[in-house]
């Protein structure tokens, strides 16, 4: 068994007043969501819909992976996009009729913010919603009690959950309390740099996707080249799940200590970074990307 090793000490972050409203907001749809959840026959994509009073089309939809007609009382779902995506933006829509369907919240937010920053915080409120629909508070809480907030984690919820690799870090950064930062990692082509005159055919192993539980400050850029004796390159290389004391390879160079947790998933590699806290101080003392 991989598990992610926590750091010694930690110290609970400083939060705006903004990020404390919000992260009560998050609170109140994930109860939303869960309460909707628990009434469902199934968590596969036509039983989800058993608790709303709407129709499923599924059509072609451009750019756009799906839509809540509150008028017509619909949910439109691409129907060119994968599985796991599909099912994902079902729960989100449904969310989105969750959402507007409770005056108090609605009510509390358009106080709180408006314009584009409301557009904002309600997409990110049905991301919430979708997650604690699809990935419930007890089956987070379970991955994390025996695998640690680590790389063996993240696949694991993946895997039971049956999501997609960053629908499930964003949850599971959501809901570990300890300052970690989520990473999937997989082989690219490099960009091409200014003034280069070809297109490179260069291929590296590079960041996909990170994000970082509650109070970390930190990410890494996607597209960040992983070095080749970096835990997680070696994990890629060996096909062996890798837990040891390293560093975060941020984009600029600068290496942030850290213990990783690298596991092997097919042609990605999963990953989860702990941080060293010191007493009195917040998570590392070094600027990231």
Do not use: W
Not at 2 to 20: K, N, V, Y
Not at 158 to 181: F, G, H, N
Not at 210 to 218: L, Q, R, T
Request: include cysteine.
């Amino acid at each position: 068994m991989t598990q992610g090793r926590l750091p010694p000490e930690q110290t609970p972050p400083d939060l705006s007043p903004e990020t404390e409203a919000l992260a009560a907001a998050k609170r109140r749809m994930r109860e939303l969501a869960s309460e909707y959840a628990q009434k469902l026959p199934g968590l596969d994509t036509h039983s989800l819909m058993g608790g709303l009073d709407a129709s499923l089309t599924f059509i072609p939809m451009g750019d756009r992976d799906g839509a809540y007609d509150p008028e017509h009382r619909v949910v439109l779902i691409n129907s060119r996009i994968r599985p796991e995506r599909q099912r994902f933006t079902l729960a989100h829509e449904i969310s989105h009729a969750l959402l507007l369907g409770n005056d108090d919240l609605l009510s509390d937010l358009h106080d709180a913010y408006e314009g584009e920053r409301l557009e904002q915080v309600i997409e990110t409120l049905c991301n919430v919603g979708a997650a604690a629909i699809l990935m419930p508070e007890a089956l987070i809480r379970e991955v994390l009690t025996r695998f640690g907030p680590s790389g063996r984690a993240l696949a694991e919820l993946m895997r039971r959950a049956d999501v997609s690799a960053s629908s499930a870090l964003y949850a599971l950064a959501e809901r570990t309390d300890a300052p970690v930062l989520y990473a999937v990692c997989a082989v690219t082509r490099l960009d091409t740099e200014p003034g280069d005159e070809e297109p490179t055919n260069e291929k590296a192993l590079t960041v996909r996707v990170s994000g970082g539980a509650p109070g970390v400050k930190y990410s890494l850029r996607p597209g960040t080249v992983i070095p080749t004796d970096h835990p997680v390159a070696v994990a890629l290389e060996t096909h062996l799940p890798i837990t040891q004391e390293s560093y975060v390879p941020f984009r600029s160079g600068r290496r942030m200590p850290a213990y990783v947790d690298a596991f092997p998933d097919r042609q990605r590699v999963l990953a989860s970074f702990a941080f060293p806290v010191r007493p009195g101080k917040g998570v590392g003392d070094v600027p990231g990307d």
